[in-house]
């Protein structure tokens, strides 16, 4: 109620066990781990995959409790304009607005912009506290995707957030607290990433494909008299070969990843008390994953991934997945 995070968590486990992907690549994760889908804005989501357990080696190795796959709005989509404005009881509003366009033949882009307001303290349980944070968010968003027609496909995309809320007793004011407990929230993040391809005319079933992510956020943060400031530059590659063995009941994929987070965090108070938790984490890995799939009803995927994280050293990762359809109603995974 102070902060207005929402972790989300499956399982019963907490939310940093759960992989929370964008278009199968990475998208919540360090120090977004504990607010969820709240910067997932609503009116961008054109479908979510969830997966409980372990996921496919193609993705990594860190989703333990299950993966949740968040795929936006398309700019070839039918969606060519969408605006949608919301006000409740508790004075909150919300505005968005998408829109599509189709610059020239194969080329296409989309807009996609959110803000929401709480204006309006509130304490109705009459604790001394705001039921919920204060203050205002933005986000934008700008989609190109390109389709040669002779096999090259490729997007990129890129969002900018700029949140700041204020949580904690009735009537606490940054500029003069007067000796109230409050929070201060300020996040800002800049995100690109694409994905570009090449699908072998001759081979429909034969592709190769890159995967990349770049995004720096920056947090600033006070509980009280506690400072907490936090940087996270997040840099992603993923290289993908995708083809058949014999036929399409057989399928494989391999390739290699790269993944490094760079904290600056520290926690402050006053000057009184201090710690640094920065650090550098790079993990570099190899996959190989098997899909053998005869008809509807029976499908097995059998992956295998090495990692060398340098601060957890060489990490293993054997999956396998079977799922068996034993009527419409009945399927065993």
Known sequence: AITGAKELQMLGLAG???????????????????????????????????????????????????????????????????????????????????????????????????THHNVKEFDRNEDGFADQPTGSMYILGNRWRYTSGTGIVGQVNATYLYDDKFGGQVGYDEDDPQGLYGVVRKTRQFKVWGKNGFVFSQKRYQSIGFQWSYSELNQDLKFGNWNYTADQNTAYGNLIFQSILGSTFHKYKAGLSVLHDKYNEVLDSNGVFSTDFSRKETATGVFVEYTYAPGDNFSAVAGFRVDYNNIHGMLYTPRLHLRYALSDFTVLR
């Open 16 to 114: 940093k066990y759960t992989m929370i992907s964008r278009e199968a690549m990475p998208g919540i994760r360090g120090l977004l781990v504990p607010y969820g889908l709240l910067y997932t804005p609503g009116a961008w989501v054109e479908s979510m995959q969830v997966t409980k357990g372990s996921g496919t080696v193609q993705n990594g190795y860190e989703s333990i409790a299950g993966q949740i796959n968040v795929e936006w709005k398309k700019p070839e989509g039918r969606e060519k304009l969408h605006l949608n404005a919301y006000v409740n009881e508790a004075v909150r509003s919300e505005l968005n607005a998408n829109a599509s366009f189709e610059v020239a033949p194969g080329l296409s882009t989309e807009i996609l912009a959110h």
